[in-house]
């Protein structure tokens, strides 16, 4: 039997406000943000010619996660996400272990996404850019989610203007060969699982509309039809910028390019294009950590509600109707990683705690009945053994960290629990 978070009608209740297109949107800013700008790159290292079909292959873990995660989504429609389908199906530490390996490996890529605007917007002080942008993305989320899904709404607009200029750019120059599409060679299996993993990490974002589900409206009409839309887009805008990109740079040039799009503009001899993109990415960097940082708090809002994290966390804005203590928390946090760190290792680290995090949401799915909306069984299950296997292709240090980190909250699960036990 679910277990609600929150009784109706008490102070920290969210308010439901997000229709279908809210939810599309946001889930489109967190998918098409800084990742399509900066993932191609080390996914050609890793895949060689092979990264088209490292490409498919993450759309089609993406595919099972989102297929499951909206299933249970429209059956707990409750902020956490797959925090609280692994507690209600799994059990307590299950569900734990999901929202922990979220929290953490989210809060990694907002401060990512912090220092992507930074590092394009102003160079030499990105770090002081960094936290400028988590301060002022954190009072608009503050304000409000349905604000929030207004600014993401412009964001997405700008950055698919972009990428359409890129895209045309690129496949309308005499530079462009569809000959460079051909796989060769230098695509090995291991490499393209690495690829796929990386890649992983850009379509993660439609979790945000799940994370979400005590906010939209008719969850369990509006989600199950946002998450398919949100992720189908995305997969199509990027198989048509990396078939783009590959056509004018080839798999070699475009894995060692610092700025994957800004060379395919100046390889396709359009550089009055340069200048748009590094604005472009900017932007998709801000989108990505405008919706992160939503998911964050709201996962976090829920394991606070359990006590999993201080329960002062719990807390919801009486005028506002977010949670604002938790808002405050993840952007501090975030805000003091990106003013003292440097994240741009944590894309994997990341991409680990994510795919752990769905391996969790296919099998909490695999345990639906018929009568709750189960998927095809093939779904979780092809779902929980492309997550596991996708998370073991990673690059070792991505692996061990982010083993050591779970590990590091199981452990601290188990102290919680021992000491509830002798109390009681």
């Not at 993401?152 to 750019?169: E, G, K, S």
Request: charged content about 10%; aromatic content about 6%; some cysteine.
């Amino acid at each position: 039997m679910s277990r609600p978070s929150t009784a109706a009608g008490v102070p920290d209740e969210l308010h439901r406000r997000l229709g279908v297109s809210d939810a599309v949107v946001i889930g489109l800013g967190s998918m098409i943000g800084a990742g399509i700008f900066a993932a191609l790159a080390p996914a050609a290292q890793a895949a060689g010619s092979g990264l088209l079909i490292g490409l498919a292959l993450a759309a089609v873990v993406a595919y099972c996660n989102a297929t499951s995660s909206a299933r249970l989504a429209a059956r707990y429609p409750a902020s956490g996400g797959t925090y609280v389908y692994g507690r209600e199906r799994l059990g307590d530490f299950w569900g734990y272990l999901a929202g922990w390996g979220f929290v953490v490996g989210k809060t990694a890529s907002c401060a990512t996404m912090a220092l992507t605007v930074g590092s394009y917007v102003w160079p030499g002080q990105a770090h002081a850019v960094a936290v400028a942008a988590v301060v002022a993305l954190t009072v608009v989320n503050y304000a409000g989610v349905h604000k929030s899904a207004l600014v993401t709404r412009v964001i997405v607009a700008v950055v698919l203007a972009v990428l359409a200029a890129v895209v045309v750019a690129a496949l309308t120059s005499s530079a462009s060969e569809a000959a460079r599409l051909a796989v060769g060679d230098d695509a090995s299996f291991g490499g393209v699982l690495q690829a796929a993993g990386l890649l992983f990490f850009a379509f993660a974002g439609f979790a945000r509309i799940a994370t979400l589900g005590e906010e939209v409206r008719d969850p369990a009409r509006t989600i199950p039809r946002a998450i398919p839309i949100a992720l189908g887009i995305t997969l199509v805008v990027y198989a048509v910028v990396a078939v783009a990109v590959l056509t004018v740079l080839g798999p070699k040039e475009l894995a060692e390019a610092a700025a994957p799009l800004s060379d395919a503009a100046r390889a396709a001899g359009a550089d009055w294009l340069v200048p748009v993109v590094r604005v472009g990415a900017a932007v998709a960097a801000l989108g990505s950590l405008l919706a992160l940082v939503l998911g964050v708090s709201r996962t976090t809002l829920a394991m606070a509600r359990d006590r999993h994290l201080p329960h002062a966390l719990a807390a919801v804005h009486p005028k506002f109707k977010v949670p604002h203590r938790a808002e405050l928390a993840v952007g501090a946090v975030v805000a003091v990683v990106a003013a003292t760190a440097d994240v741009r290792g944590a894309i994997g680290f990341s991409s680990f705690g994510v795919l752990v995090y769905y391996a969790i949401a296919n099998a909490s799915a695999w345990t639906l009945t018929p009568g709750e909306g189960r998927p095809a069984r093939v779904i979780p299950a092809v779902g929980l053994a492309g997550c596991i296997v996708l998370a073991f292709a990673l690059p070792v240090s991505s692996v061990i960290w982010g083993a050591a980190v779970l590990a590091a909250g199981a452990a601290a699960y188990g102290v919680r629990r021992t000491v509830a036990a002798r109390r009681s």
